[in-house]
């Protein structure tokens, strides 16, 4: 989750593509994160319905998504000789870490604030994040801190500056990095409170692997798209019916983008659809942000409402509906005022 992260990521990516193969490239990777966005739609409806448990039922792989994506530009952009040589392209992606750190903060510490009243004695706002630090910084997930995706992928992007030396020293030591954490998020799993922030970060370095694959790889899934479509449900079938393991998780969402690339790249972003998809791609971190915060009000003011009735899709369309109008207005008045732009950049960017 992370336009603007990925976008982040992304930017001088986009500035360097050359060749219509590679803008092909990077309007697809656009497009899945639009997938992803507007899938988290219906993943948060759950959420916020009076059966929570129904969005990890249905659309486990999405939590791991959006940070498999932002390992895979961190590496696909910055582990090349030039950029670790860029001292500037370390003190960019510290910066954007800590930027998501405190916008994290921000927005739960809000949260907090305008929530419901709470009893007396009961810590809020500042407080409550002090008094909670080690479940919400640490330990992670949606039960003590609104937004929890954001955690997890500004510790990847915190990360990344060291990742980058690994790599200019060996290209072999960010694998074992990976390994030494998926074996660390193994042995967290098997606690009574794993940290779901590990588990992320794990699939994030995973991503950062990921990442590596040649272009010529990328172009295949464009030809084959049908091929991870049909893999895809074979193995939630398999998972469901035959053998589970505890990385079914972190495999689901790497299938799963795989399959959802591969149909936007043979699709392309040339369609009106294809286009609104990059367009709420490109500004995913804001558009998370949104859907939550809407649906949040919409839960304070009307409460939770059941899932599958008419008022609960009503309200996952016109969320979702709203976001894509967001998107769209937020593009089109940051080409036309540059206050705009600047701001937007200087939150985001």
Request: glycine share 8%.
């Amino acid at each position: 989750m992370v336009e603007q992260v990925e976008s982040q990521v992304a930017n001088p990516l986009r500035r360097r593509a050359r060749r219509p193969s590679a803008r092909a490239r990077i309007d697809a990777l656009d497009m899945t994160k639009g997938v992803l966005v507007v899938a988290m739609v219906v993943y948060h409806s759950f959420n916020y319905s009076t059966d929570y448990t129904l969005g990890f039922k249905y659309l486990p792989f999405l939590p791991p998504s959006f940070i498999l994506i932002t390992g895979f530009l961190i590496s696909r952009l910055y582990f090349t000789p030039e950029a670790a040589r860029d001292v500037s392209v370390y003190g960019r992606l510290l910066l954007r870490g800590f930027r998501l750190l405190f916008v994290f903060t921000v927005l739960n510490v809000l949260t907090q604030l305008v929530g419901r009243r709470k009893a007396v004695g009961t810590p809020q706002g500042m407080s409550y994040l002090f008094d909670n630090w080690y479940e919400i910084y640490i330990t992670g997930g949606g039960h003590y801190a609104a937004f929890s995706i954001l955690l997890p992928i500004a510790y990847l992007l915190l990360l990344a500056p060291i990742l980058i030396l690994l790599y200019r020293a060996h290209p072999l030591l960010v694998p074992l990095v990976a390994v030494a954490f998926a074996v660390f998020s193994t042995i967290d799993a098997r606690q009574e409170d794993p940290s779901f922030n590990l588990t992320l970060v794990t699939a994030g370095l995973i991503g950062v692997i990921v990442g590596r694959v040649p272009d010529s790889a990328l172009s295949l899934l464009q030809r084959y798209w049908y091929v991870p479509v049909i893999v895809y449900p074979g193995y939630i079938a398999f998972t469901h019916l035959v053998w589970q393991s505890r990385f079914d998780q972190l495999l689901d969402a790497f299938l799963a983008l795989v399959a959802i690339f591969g149909i936007c790249a043979a699709m392309g972003a040339g369609g009106l659809f294809g286009r609104e998809l990059v367009v709420v791609g490109k500004y995913s971190l804001l558009a998370y942000i949104f859907q939550i915060a809407v649906l949040q009000v919409l839960t304070r003011l009307f409460g939770r409402l059941e899932p599958f009735t008419i008022s609960f899709f009503l309200q996952m369309l016109g969320v979702g509906m709203l976001m894509i109008l967001l998107a769209e207005g937020l593009q089109r008045a940051r080409s036309r005022a540059a206050w705009i732009d600047g701001s937007y950049r200087a939150i985001f960017a």
